[in-house]
């Protein structure tokens, strides 16, 4: 406990410094991390509250953060409040997770107004988490009142001007360039010639459709241009290649009968919004967590066989929106 001191100066020097700063805020200690991928939460408690001592600590847990594990901690007993998530999450080996601990509760210890600790749980940023800032609201509880760490900045408000911030992690995307993309958590990469085709996925079709997305990024390592020309899923009658486009101020989509040009040392994302592949005359519906086989066919790379996981419905683009599932007219 008494090497605790020095670091404890040493939070008070800064807090000098950072000047007229009444409180040192509760902070994640890493401040950055990718939808879908683990993170591991550690709360930085730098004081009690206003002179008194923390008996008690609560993080709240936001939709999208899943399989939360909280860490042992040596004099503090830990409860969790479990509950039913906002909807079915992918995990890892085709696992969904539907509920899972929304509050963790530290509490039986005891860290005076001058110590510091830290709070720690593991979790898994779900793959279709918006870029942005993700906050845990965190209240402790003192021996004299309590110190509220909730605040959340409205939309364009500068998240500094709050007195209590709530501790935040900025959420990067899985795929840069399709933020409201659901690609299920892990990437999985194929190779043909000087093509890489990067982490394929699908999309679970409602009852009856027969018509469902194919999305993955293609990268072209090689010194000519090559084209993604066609290609094929058993569970489906036909495979094109479209694109989306505005005309006349409404996006629509159509096909590429050329295929799709993937010039040297350019990558191409396909996106429920941009170019994708439609998979026509579906023969079953898709089901979440389920992998669809399939091959592609490059212009000059030749035939490759790569596999589609299957993420929820819709994937967090608005259904029946032109970046949805809005395929019925073709
Ligand atoms: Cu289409």
């Known amino acids: ?150 605040d959340i900045p409205a939309q364009g408000q500068d998240a500094h001007a709050l007195k209590f911030p709530a501790p935040a992690v900025v959420i990067l995307a899985q795929h840069k360039g399709h933020g409201a993309g659901a690609a299920p958590a892990a990437a999985n990469v194929y190779k043909v010639g000087s093509i890489t085709i990067e982490a394929p996925w699908s999309r679970a079709t409602p009852g009856g459709a027969k018509v469902a997305g194919g999305y993955m990024k293609i990268t072209n390592n090689g010194k000519e241009p090559d084209r993604l020309i066609g290609g094929s899923v058993p569970v489906a009658g036909r495979f094109e290649i479209h694109e989306m486009a505005t005309e006349g101020g409404v996006m629509t989509m159509r096909e590429l009968p050329k295929g799709l040009e993937i010039k040297p040392g350019q990558t191409v994302e396909l996106t429920p919004g941009g170019y994708h592949i439609m998979f026509q005359e579906l023969k079953s519906g898709l089901k979440q967590g389920q992998t669809v086989k399939g091959t592609l066919v490059f212009e000059k790379a030749g035939k490759v066989d790569v596999e589609y996981r299957v993420g929820p419905i819709g994937g967090g683009a608005p259904s029946g929106g032109a970046a949805g599932g809005g395929h019925s007219h073709h």
């Not at 709360?43 to 953060?65: F, M, Y």
């Open 1 to 150: 406990m008494m090497t605790r001191l020095a670091g404890t100066a040493t939070t008070f020097a800064w807090m000098m410094l950072a000047g007229g700063v009444a409180f040192a805020h509760v902070t994640l200690e890493t401040r950055e991390a990718k939808a879908g991928t683990g993170y591991k939460a550690v709360l930085k408690v730098p004081h009690g509250c206003d002179g008194s001592a923390t008996l008690k600590v609560r993080a709240q847990i936001p939709e999208g953060v899943i399989a939360v594990k909280p860490m042992m901690k040596p004099g503090w007993q830990i409860e969790t409040v479990k509950g039913a998530y906002g909807k079915s999450y992918p995990y890892y080996h085709g696992v969904q997770l539907t509920e899972g601990v929304k509050e963790i509760v530290w509490s039986g210890g005891k860290l005076p107004d001058d110590f510091y600790d830290e709070f720690v749980f593991a979790s898994f940023l779900a793959g279709d988490l918006p870029e942005g800032r993700l906050y845990f609201p965190v209240t402790q509880e003192c021996e004299t009142g309590e110190a509220r760490w909730t």
